[in-house]
């Protein structure tokens, strides 16, 4: 399976934007990527996903670099809710990771107010 | 839609008892996963069915762990016996998959079984 590296933790202060990146340099030319966050005492919540442009949704963005080995997920102005661990996950369409997303030890984002 | 349905929440029993963990996905999602979660692991991919199969349960710590999905709307995990070291906390998932190369997979998680063995 491909693998993704994020860093152990980052920090941010409240109403500010926060840039959490994710690095997947074995990526495949088809592989998926996702965001999932996971709120203390929550399961995994889907945050965003994208394959070769830029994504936006009304939670977050997505920039993904013009050789897809790395992604950005962008919270535009953090609040004190999105607190949470950030996992960035690589989603194989074929062979035996399809479908399958595996999950790495993420991103714990703290917001300070 | 209440979302993917857990039960119970909370579990705790004794070493060598068996426990069996529900899951109710979203109605109309066709593909359903389990995983586990500690913290020294993380959250672990156990096993993933599409279209009440299992498709791959190489995650499956060992035979004492099965799971079933009987129809589309029910899935079950069991551990007998159980063990200490199996306490974790399960999550199941659901996602719809129209077919293998339809895009994205998205999936919707319940709020998980805390499960204690002591």
């Known amino acids: 399976d491909a693998k993704t590296t994020q860093p152990n933790s980052m920090e941010s202060n409240e109403e500010e934007p926060v840039h959490l990146p994710c690095n997947h340099s074995?990526?495949?030319?088809?592989?998926?990527i996702h965001w999932y966050r996971q709120l203390p005492s929550q399961g995994p919540e889907y945050v965003i996903h994208?394959?070769?442009s830029n994504v936006n949704n009304r939670m977050a963005s997505l920039a993904i670099a013009e050789d897809r080995k790395s992604s950005t997920l962008i919270l535009h102005r953090a609040t004190l809710r999105d607190a949470a661990v950030y996992y960035c996950?690589?989603?194989?369409?074929?062979?035996?990771?399809?479908?399958?997303?595996?999950f790495g030890k993420g991103t714990k984002l703290s917001v300070k107010p | 839609d209440a979302g993917v349905i857990q039960s119970p929440r909370h579990e705790v029993t004794e070493m060598g008892q068996e426990v069996t963990l529900r899951c109710k996905p979203i109605?109309?999602?066709?593909?359903l996963f389990w995983y586990r979660q500690t913290m020294m692991r993380g959250l672990e991919l156990l096993i993933y069915?599409?279209?009440?199969?299992?498709?791959?349960d190489s995650g499956m710590p060992e035979d004492r762990f099965s799971a079933k999905m009987p129809n589309a709307s029910f899935s079950t995990l069991k551990i007998q016996p159980s063990e200490p070291r199996d306490s974790a906390v399960y999550f199941c998932?659901?996602?719809?998959?129209?077919?293998?190369?339809?895009?994205?997979?998205?999936?919707?998680f319940g709020a998980g079984s805390r499960l204690t063995v002591l």
């Open positions: 998932a659901s996602s719809h998959r129209s077919s293998v190369v339809s895009g994205a997979n998205v999936l919707t």
């Open positions: 074995t990526i495949s030319g088809t592989d998926y």
């Open positions: 994208g394959l070769t």
């Open positions: 996950i690589l989603e194989g369409i074929y062979g035996g990771s399809q479908g399958n997303l595996i």
């Open positions: 109605s109309g999602h066709n593909s």
């Open positions: 069915f599409n279209n009440n199969v299992p498709i791959d």
